[in-house]
Nanobody
């Protein structure tokens, strides 16, 4: 079993910054993707940013140039640096990881419990 624990959410004023962290623990042999998604009230969960084990990254157009995803493979941790935050960024942010949890190179998806980010004056 693998657990993903997010931290770093909170209340911030428009234009402010937050840094989210997600640490994976448990039976981990390797992690391929570590991504961030978000879900605003009344909306579907949407992709925010992704990172691969090789270091490549991708992000949604709505957050490009404002959000940066990074990863520490040694710590099984992914980060999301969020700058120039807007009220429309308000959502629960979820960490997602694809993990080989048996050593047999069979990768399974895992989700964190989410962390609330509220952007408001």
């Amino acid at each position: 079993q693998v657990h993903l624990v997010e931290s770093g959410g909170g209340l911030v004023q428009p234009g402010g910054s937050l840094r989210l962290s997600c640490a994976a623990s448990g039976s981990i042999f390797s992690i391929s993707a570590m991504d961030w998604y978000r879900q605003a009230p009344g909306k579907q969960r949407e992709f925010v940013a992704s990172s691969s084990s090789s270091g490549s990254t991708n992000s949604a157009n709505s957050v490009k140039d404002r959000f940066t995803i990074s990863r520490d493979n040694a710590k099984n941790t992914v980060y999301l640096q969020m700058n120039s935050l807007k009220p429309e960024d308000t959502a629960v942010y979820y960490c997602f990881a694809v993990v080989d949890d048996t050593g047999r190179r069979v990768y399974r998806p895992y989700w964190g419990q989410g962390t609330q980010v509220t952007v408001s004056s």
